[in-house]
């Protein structure tokens, strides 16, 4: 019954190829988020969909495409992966309200070679 | 834009010791704020939050006073147990766009027997 989960934990993959990370979440929240965790353990957001519409978009890549076929998933999509890209990334999910908190899945830990 | 700028770690305690992380925030509004920890091979989970000035989180011993006059929002535990060890997230939410939350670096804990 876990109730955000994301699928694979790890991935490793070379340089060049394209993956995508899944995410499903079951707590019926409107609002679902991708955020990127650097070695350093520093997370940013990347995406941000409520209803499966795109809200929040920060400077990411074009490489990187998230796609919500509704509302309780969230996946994203990376092409011509780049050394750069490894890192820990976590979806996450809310309700939408300034102060509801965000629920986090346990992370993908993208190595590319 | 907003900020939040915690205190580097790691923090190593022993057992029984009390904790303080200093969070501090820079921010144009009211923003909501949360302590998030992580527990390692684990994602983020909510460890308490204060919505408005004075207001005071608890949850699991920890404590955070959300203080706008020093715009901090510091956490403290009375006494650490080995459990506790994790990396822990002070953030803020910014108005306006719910869920984009801006997060501290990151304070690791580690608590020793």
């Known amino acids: 019954d876990t109730a955000v989960s994301q699928t694979p934990k790890y991935l490793v993959t070379q340089m060049g190829n394209d993956k995508s990370i899944k995410c499903e979440q079951n707590?019926?929240?409107?609002?679902m988020y991708w955020y990127k965790q650097d070695s350093k353990k520093f997370l940013k957001i990347m995406f941000s969909?409520?209803?499966?519409?795109?809200?929040i978009n920060e400077t990411v890549p074009n490489r990187f495409s998230p796609k919500s076929p509704d509302k309780a998933h969230l996946n994203l999509h990376i092409n011509s992966l780049e050394l750069g890209d490894s890192a820990v990334y976590f979806c996450?999910?809310?309700?939408?309200?300034?102060?509801?908190?965000?629920?986090f899945g346990n992370g993908t830990r993208l190595t590319v070679t | 834009g907003d900020s939040v700028t915690q205190m580097e770690g790691p923090v190593t305690l022993s057992e029984e010791a009390f904790l303080t992380i200093n969070c501090t925030y820079t921010?144009?509004?009211?923003?909501?704020l949360f302590w998030y920890v992580q527990y390692p091979g684990e994602g983020l989970q909510l460890l308490l939050k204060?919505?408005?000035?004075?207001d005071k989180g608890s949850n699991k011993g920890f404590e955070a006073t959300y203080r706008k006059e020093t715009t901090s929002f510091h956490l403290e535990k009375g006494s650490v147990q080995v459990s506790d060890s994790a990396v822990y997230f002070c953030?803020?939410?910014?108005?306006?766009?719910?869920?984009?939350?801006?997060f501290g670096a990151g304070t690791q804990v580690v608590v020793t027997p």
């Open positions: 204060a919505t408005k000035a004075d």
């Open positions: 953030a803020l939410s910014e108005g306006g766009s719910w869920g984009k939350l801006q």
């Open positions: 921010a144009t509004g009211y923003p909501s």
């Open positions: 969909y409520n209803n499966k519409e795109l809200i």
């Open positions: 707590l019926g929240h409107d609002t």
């Open positions: 996450a999910s809310s309700r939408a309200s300034l102060d509801s908190p965000l629920h």
